[in-house]
């Protein structure tokens, strides 16, 4: 068929095979020299599956129109019968214009793809070297080496081979090129090959067997002086060599140039000789060399010229490269270099930049890299120059996740191929993605993309940048390598021996008992031993850096057996942030932490968080506990419940807690520890006023379903209502009630008993956890009056028969659970109580002096030291709050801000408004937040509440670590603390007595 039917069936055909331009293809089609291919099917289905089907089609017409007239035909005949054939030469025809100018110039080398055999697939540095043979001068060796590059671009876009095995193939080929090239420049002179044996150590790419298409070849020259010879002469003949290889391979003439060889990895950069003996080299690593120098060894490999001295430049630079990590500052030298890599690209290329730019292949490299120099030390199989070999044996030993090194592995393998498209089109050597629509239609469909291929490439790409920048932020920031990095090589895989000395060296009490811990952890080799062994060396190190190291080994290995199947646990301790040293600062620490977390072993993903330490609201809390109430079959199920969040947010505060007051890497030490107490106090009220509050409905569901008879709010009295509660604070409270319209009083308030026996019932069922003790001994006429009252009932005792010690106390009630507007009436039924009209009168303030004298002589414990008791002693909690709460009664009528259940806001409100002098104010706070801080640290040392510093020196040391007071300095400790408070003491005469 011919005329305008046949073109136009033609044209559609063109357009649905991907050709953009169908009209040019169709006359191209027409050329003579294409007859005997113009109506094959079978070349326009295979033409149509290149990258460029227009490229190849051009490219095929110059092949053809190129070759003699006795070898044409074999061409198109070739073409047409042989399918392995056809798809590699056209694969290569409509990926590379470069390729095709080759053959072009040189018609018979197609005949170079012609051979399918097994031996054909993965070639060597040995088949290499066959087709480079006949080389013998620098233009002939251009020539030979295009032709094997044509063949290894021809597997490429075929399929043949993945990127990996591409990406050797050109190494292997570099290799067997610089071996070519040695030998050109030998054969030159003769004289100079004589005097000396050269060798030439690729690095960089080429070293790792993972060249591009188009890169410079980074190599290194080592040479030595031949017996006899001189050796100034010899040397300068072996520069002579070395400059002569270097522009065979570098030079550009009509074919080309083969690639730049760069030997400026070599010591002292371009500023150093080219060649240098192997003492020279090794002299400059052991003085000079920079922490970069010894990361670009790592693949290092000798290629060219005198195989023993190549090995023996090898065998000795190698022990240098896996103690490069012990070096100072070695992980924050190569993050900066990393950083300082994309600071330097510019910025219109940022978003291009394939290699070099965030998400980029270097990134993968870099993170890589790292983990192989401080990993690689003590053990050998991550020994590797090849990345992707490398990131496999991390994912092997447990260094890096399986999943993420999954990932990793995907996106480099991708980001490679998008380069070696790249720079396969022109031969040219690029990493910026281009911005041509054409350019990118090729690189897309190259890829496989087919559908749209310039938005799937866009898209693809992108995801896998993005993946790769949230790998490397985690990877290569990792805090655990820093700290891995400045272990001694024998620390990092310890020997029993070798464990047994570093324990008794740290400080461990039980060096055996630690041991067997260690062997229990590490024995075997499952991946979780694995990891265990890469994270105990450390934390080995932050658990001595406590007060007890046992303890918080001991607890570690506990909560390792409860967690120990669960696939999170390892992962997260040596990959998110500072997971780990948490960890080791919470278990170290004391009891109370620890006991949490072992009763609750999943709240670990805590410290991996980076919001995971900040406290709950109490409007979170409460509905988390509301809402697990309601899910539960019945009461007791209800608390323990409820019960479980607790737990869970308790160790969350005591965590947080622990680590501001040591500090970690992530978390430095909080430098204002009257914000770490308030932090507590208020996490430690709002989950208890949860908790009531979860209680109350779990009782309230119990007995009457949805809704009590009687209004029921629960109000909040001492630290409960100050806010201020600490671990093992009881929670001070009154029950208020109100019948609900209809309902009989005596109903109501039978209601109201039955609900709060019930909540007090629910709350004391045993339990290993912490308890939360009710307290309403604070209610009017205390133990003997009734534990719940109407509103009205309230008002009619303080009208009548109100002591001034009932309207001090008072001074903290808030609502904490219950109906909020009953809560509200309370508040307002109480104000003119606490905060009296024209303040105290002198008869008053004597009664409050007097009943705080008798508190002092009455309620210290006895043998107490009333200098170190906390909260009853000299300068303790009791003094300042009574102090403060004093200018509260006497001045709260007047001075809004002294309405407050809070003791360190009444204290800056009554020095705001000139009640207390700076100084005395600070004194006071100071005081205050110390006497606090002491019980805290009291609980989360022991487990258990306490008013003095423990008399066990282990506990007494964790106390310290806890205040800010390192290992020796625990008299220090007590010193300042008896200083402080009795400065306290002094104000609170003046102020409170009035002396």
């Not at 360190?904 to 004194?923: F, K, N, S, T, V």
Request: net charge negative; proline share 5%; hydrophobic share 45%.
């Amino acid at each position: 068929m011919t005329g305008p039917g046949r073109r136009s069936s033609t044209f559609s055909r063109l357009l649905r095979h991907g050709f953009t331009d169908p009209s040019r293809a169709e006359r191209l089609l027409d050329l003579p020299e294409l007859a005997a291919l113009r109506d094959d099917s079978v070349l326009l289905d295979a033409l149509g599956a290149t990258a460029d089907p227009d490229l190849a089609l051009h490219g095929l017409v110059r092949l053809v129109e190129a070759q003699p007239e006795d070898e044409r035909q074999t061409l198109t005949t070739t073409l047409l019968s042989a399918k392995p054939f056809r798809d590699r030469l056209l694969g290569v025809l409509g990926s590379s214009e470069a390729l095709a100018d080759h053959l072009a110039r040189h018609p018979r080398d197609w005949q170079a793809l012609v051979t399918y055999e097994a031996a054909d697939l993965h070639p060597g540095v040995a088949e290499f070297e066959q087709g480079l043979a006949e080389a013998v001068d620098p233009l002939s060796l251009r020539v030979a080496y295009r032709r094997c590059l044509l063949a290894i671009a021809a597997r490429d876009v075929c399929g043949t081979t993945h990127v990996a095995q591409t990406a050797a193939e050109l190494a292997d080929l570099a290799t067997a090129t610089l071996r070519a090239a040695l030998a050109i420049a030998r054969t030159a002179a003769p004289a100079d090959a004589a005097q000396c044996r050269l060798a030439v150590i690729a690095m960089g790419k080429c070293g790792g067997h993972e060249l591009n298409y188009v890169s410079d070849v980074d190599v290194i020259f080592v040479a030595e002086v031949v017996e006899g010879a001189d050796e100034g002469k010899a040397m300068q003949a072996a520069t002579r060599l070395a400059s002569h290889l270097m522009r065979i391979c570098s030079e550009t003439t009509v074919e080309g140039s083969i690639w730049p060889v760069d030997a400026n990895l070599r010591p002292e950069g371009r500023n150093g000789p080219l060649v240098r003996t192997l003492s020279s080299h090794l002299a400059y690593y052991q003085r000079w060399a920079k922490t970069w120098e010894f990361q670009a060894l790592l693949k290092a490999r000798a290629v060219a010229g005198d195989p023993e001295l190549g090995a023996e430049y090898i065998e000795a630079v190698s022990p240098l490269v896996w103690q490069a990590a012990e070096r100072e500052n070695f992980v924050p030298d190569v993050q900066k270099m990393r950083r300082r890599v994309v600071d330097n690209i510019p910025a219109a290329q940022i978003d291009r930049e394939l290699k070099l730019g965030p998400g980029g292949l270097r990134d993968v490299e870099f993170a890589v890299q790292l983990l192989q120099l401080v990993h690689g030390r003590s053990d050998a199989t991550l020994r590797s120059g090849s990345t992707l070999d490398a990131l496999g044996a991390l994912a092997a030993g447990g260094y890096v996740g399986r999943a993420d090194a999954a990932q990793l592995d995907d996106a480099y393998r991708f980001l490679r191929a998008m380069e070696h498209r790249i720079q396969l089109y022109r031969l040219r050597r690029t990493h910026l993605v281009p911005e041509d629509e054409t350019d990118l239609r090729r690189l897309g469909r190259s890829l496989g993309l087919r559908t749209d291929p310039v938005a799937d490439l866009n898209k693809e790409w992108r995801r896998h940048a993005s993946v790769v920048r949230r790998l490397h932020e985690k990877i290569f920031y990792r805090p655990l390598l820093d700290a891995v990095a400045q272990l001694a090589p024998g620390e990092i895989r310890l020997s029993p021996q070798a464990a047994g000395q570093r324990l008794e060296a740290l400080g461990y009490a039980d060096p055996a008992a630690a041991l067997r811990h260690l062997e229990a952890l590490t024995a075997g080799m499952s991946r979780k031993a694995a990891i265990q062994r890469t994270l105990l060396p450390v934390l080995l190190g932050w658990f001595a850096d406590s007060a007890d190291p046992d303890a918080g080994l001991l607890g570690f290995r506990k909560v390792s057996d409860a967690l120990g199947k669960t696939p999170w646990y390892l992962r997260l301790l040596r990959d998110e942030g500072a997971a780990a040293e948490n960890l080791a600062r919470v278990l170290s620490a004391g009891r109370l932490a620890p006991d949490l977390l072992l009763r609750a072993p999943e709240a670990v993903a805590i410290l991996g968080d980076p919001e995971g330490l900040k406290p709950r609201g109490r409007d979170h809390l409460e509905q988390e506990v509301l809402a697990a109430v309601g899910r539960a079959d019945d009461a007791e199920q209800a608390v323990a419940a409820v019960r479980g969040v607790r737990r869970r947010e308790l160790f969350r505060t005591a965590a947080a807690d622990l680590i501001g007051s040591y500090g970690t890497e992530d978390n430095p030490r909080e430098p204002d520890p009257g914000a770490l107490v308030d932090r507590v106090g208020n996490a430690v009220t709002d989950l208890n006023a949860a908790t009531i509050a979860g209680a109350l409905r779990a009782a309230v569901r119990a007995g009457w379903g949805e809704e009590l008879p009687t209004r029921f709010a629960v109000i909040g009295m001492g630290r409960f209502g100050g806010h201020e509660l600490g671990y093992g604070s009881d929670a001070d409270v009154l029950f208020v009630h109100q019948p609900r319209e209809g309902v009989d009083e005596q109903e109501a308030a039978r209601a109201a008993n039955r609900v709060v026996e019930e909540m007090r019932r629910l709350l004391q069922l045993p339990t290993a956890d912490p308890p939360l003790l009710i307290d309403a001994d604070l209610r009017p006429e205390g133990k003997s009056g009734p534990l719940v009252r109407t509103l009205g009932s309230y008002e009619a005792y303080y009208r009548r028969w109100s002591l001034v010690w009932e309207a001090q106390a008072l001074l903290r009630a808030e609502p904490m659970a219950g109906d909020p507007e009953l809560g509200a009436r309370f508040v307002e039924l109480i104000d003119p109580l606490r905060y009296p009209m024209e303040g105290l009168g002198e008869d008053a303030v004597r009664e409050i002096r007097k009943l705080k004298a008798r508190m002092e002589s009455e309620r210290l414990p006895r043998g107490a030291d009333p200098t170190l008791h906390a909260k009853l002693g000299r300068g303790g909690l009791s003094d300042v709050e009574w102090t403060v709460q004093l200018f509260q009664m006497q001045h709260g009528w007047e001075l809004p801000g002294l309405r407050t259940t809070r003791t360190r806001e009444a204290l800056a409100h009554a020095h705001a408004a000139g009640l207390i002098p700076g100084d005395e104010a600070q004194i006071l706070d100071e005081a205050w937040v110390l006497a606090t801080r002491v019980r805290n640290a009291v609980m989360l040392v022991r487990g258990r509440p306490g008013d003095t510093f423990p008399s066990d020196g282990r506990e007494l040391a964790a106390v310290g670590r806890y205040l800010g007071y390192g290992p020796g300095h625990v008299g220090e400790m007590v010193d300042d603390y008896r200083r402080i408070t009795r400065r306290a003491r002094a104000v609170v005469e003046e102020l409170f007595y009035g002396a």
